[in-house]
């Protein structure tokens, strides 16, 4: 039983003067301690997929079940809760909230999860450490390197305790080492904690890592290698 | 909520120079708003009260019919009963009893219609200050003959201090009257009206004058505090409804009430003007702090914070730039506003003469009401709240995917 399947997923964008099949019958399952890679080219639809998946945006058919909840019904107010509760998210550049700090940006997730201050500050400090940002703690983003914004993205992904993070290319905006690094420490949640990791990239060096390859062309799964 | 008024309140100086400007102003409208306002109604009050204390008083009672018709004949019979109960009403704190009529007085060739004053010398001086205007001679005192006439007057006359003039008149039911008076005050008006036609004597001596002893065509009556003046209104209606009848300044200054409605009027649209430009100076900046923040509001989302939240936060900021002008105006203008509070501007030139004609001193004094300026706080507060809903309605239809892309 796979803690995310998506059946059939399809999703049209008809608002152009051609139909754009963006999806086009996606049917994969992900089961729990996975280490997944998306891989496909620019356009393949990548971001579309993993949208769906964390419930960002609904399919025009098919259907995304989570833990066994079928998220594509969910009214949005109640989305926004499931998001907050079962999924973390990192995205490609300026995930955080640049008027708060490292610490502040991790503590932020919990603090909408309603996690009492003291397990918080904690919690964030822990994790930054474990992304290996002890000495950035009090900085704000601005005052970070992507690599580092990346890392406390991973940590503020990891800080609500989901049952999987997406990644829509975490590594697009990053120097080799920089990508080396944040691979690293994904790995290593993910060996120590179980944490389920789903990322897309079209970087070679990236995908190698993955222990599961999804490849996507034309809205398609082409290729599913473990 | 401690956490979204913290992001907020960085966001502000995120970009310093425009919540400067912002907040710059809100203050700078604050500042007119109080300013002008201020001195709208400090003028208002002051022609009010200036009317009420030279002439009418906040409440006067009059015998049945005499404003329709000002005739010694309408005059009410004044007794100490009377008095008793108009004293005795609550909120009434000083009264005046007169008998005004006309008179022609003339002295040597010269010759002038005016209207004569009898009224109670220390409960006069009271209420108006009579006694402080006096330039020449003695102020009256009860039961004593002797007039007191204004400067113009006298100027008109020619007469002085100890000259007798001649006073004729028609006193109660045809009556004629005629008496030789000894001048022994002179007193100084700037309204040119009161300076140059009328004349004040003893109450005792002028119902003599008028073979009218115990009546009087009106009370005026003070008020402890000028707000109650339609329950105490009513209290006195109810002492001789048969016999008097009793009136507020409003139905008996009403051109001045339509003068400062109607002035009032344009104040409030100069007012509405003003707080229009505000409405839209913090809308400019609560969009712009919207928009540029698309993107950050959309990963927000994205990440589990629900939309009215993020409103929160723009409401938070908006509010901040408000309070923060207001207070900042407030505490501007006040120094401008005690200042012109305890030491009114005085007019000059024509406009001095334009107040004057409204038997005023040409001064232009400043009210200070805390409740006054807690409304433009309260009212800029309105506005940022209506400034809100733009960005509200941004943020509940932000496409989160669409968002997070930049677009
Ligand atoms: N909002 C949209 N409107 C129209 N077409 C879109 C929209 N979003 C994505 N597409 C199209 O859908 C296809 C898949 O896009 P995407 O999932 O972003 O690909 P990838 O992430 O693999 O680069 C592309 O052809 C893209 O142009
Ligand atoms: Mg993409």
């Given at each position: 039983m796979g803690i995310i399947i998506t059946k059939d997923l399809r999703k049209i964008y008809s608002e152009t003067k051609v139909p754009v099949y963006a999806l086009n019958g996606v049917s994969v399952t992900i089961e729990e301690g996975e280490f997944t890679s998306i891989v496909g080219?620019?356009?393949?639809g990548k971001t579309t997929l993993l949208n769906m998946i964390g419930g960002l945006d609904n399919p025009t058919e098919g259907e995304v079940h989570i833990n066994g909840v079928?998220?594509?019904?969910?009214p949005s107010g109640k989305l926004i809760d499931f998001r907050l509760h079962h999924i973390g998210f990192v995205f490609q550049s300026y995930n955080l909230i640049p008027v708060l700090t490292a610490r502040e940006n991790v503590e932020f997730i919990m603090q909408l999860q309603g996690v009492p201050k003291k397990e918080r500050a904690a919690r964030a400090i822990e994790l930054l450490e474990s992304v290996g940002l002890s000495d950035k703690i009090d900085n704000r983003p601005g005052d970070m390197s992507g690599g580092q914004q990346q890392r406390v993205s991973v940590a503020r992904a990891l800080a609500s305790k989901p049952r999987f993070i997406l990644a829509d290319e975490?590594?697009?905006?990053?120097d080799s080492k920089s990508t080396a690094e944040l691979l690293d420490i994904m790995l290593k949640m993910n060996e120590k904690h179980k944490t389920t990791f789903i990322f897309s990239t079209h970087d070679q060096r990236v995908m190698e890592r993955a222990r599961r390859i999804i490849t996507i062309e034309d809205g398609v799964v082409a290729k599913d290698e473990f | 909520m401690k956490e979204y008024f913290k992001i907020a309140w960085r966001n502000l100086w995120r970009n310093r120079r425009r919540t400067f400007i912002t907040i710059a102003s809100v203050l700078f409208a604050i500042f007119l708003v109080l300013i002008m306002r201020s001195m709208q109604i400090g003028t208002y009050d002051y022609m009010v009260e200036s009317a009420v204390r030279n002439s009418t008083g906040y409440i006067q009672v009059h015998g049945k019919g005499y404003w329709e018709d000002k005739s010694l004949d309408n005059s009410l019979i004044y007794n100490e009963e009377l008095e008793e109960k108009i004293r005795n009403t609550p909120n009434v704190s000083s009264i005046v009893p007169r008998l005004e009529s006309f008179a022609l007085v003339s002295y040597g060739v010269q010759t002038k219609g005016i209207a004569v004053i009898g009224t109670v010398a220390d409960l006069e001086d009271k209420a108006s200050?009579?006694?402080?205007?006096?330039?020449?001679g003695n102020y009256l005192s009860e039961n004593q003959k002797g007039v007191l006439i204004p400067e113009g007057l006298a100027d008109y006359l020619k007469v002085d201090i100890g000259d007798s003039i001649v006073l004729l008149g028609q006193g109660y039911h045809g009556v004629t009257a005629a008496s030789l008076s000894e001048v022994t005050g002179i007193v100084r008006f700037l309204q040119p009206d009161m300076n140059n036609q009328l004349l004040y004597m003893d109450l005792q001596q002028a119902q003599e004058f008028y073979a009218a002893p115990g009546h009087l065509t009106s009370v005026s009556i003070m008020l402890e505090n000028p707000g109650r003046l339609y329950q105490t209104t009513k209290s006195l209606s109810d002492i001789d409804p048969d016999n008097l009848e009793v009136m507020t300044w409003k139905e008996m200054l009403v051109e001045l009430l339509q003068y400062i409605e109607g002035d009032n009027i344009s104040g409030l649209f100069m007012l509405g003007i003003l707080y229009v430009v505000v409405g839209f100076g913090i809308l400019g900046t609560i969009l712009m702090m919207t928009m540029e923040r698309r993107k950050e509001f959309g990963i927000m989302v994205a990440v589990g914070m629900k939309r009215y939240k993020l409103s929160l936060i723009i409401l938070i900021e908006s509010v901040v730039i408000g309070i923060l002008g207001v207070l900042a105006g407030i505490l501007l203008s006040m120094p401008f506003i005690v200042y012109f509070y305890h030491h009114p501007i005085q007019l000059t030139g024509e406009w001095a003469e334009a107040v004057m004609e409204y038997n005023m001193e040409p001064i232009l004094p400043f009210a200070m009401e805390p409740g006054f300026i807690l409304n433009q706080g309260i009212v800029v507060l309105i506005i940022t709240l209506l400034a809100s809903i733009y960005p509200f309605l941004v943020i509940s239809r932000l496409k989160v995917v669409n968002a997070i892309k930049g677009k």
């Open positions: 080219p620019s356009g393949s079928n998220v594509t019904t969910l975490p590594t697009a905006n990053l | 200050g009579l006694q402080n205007r006096l330039v020449k």
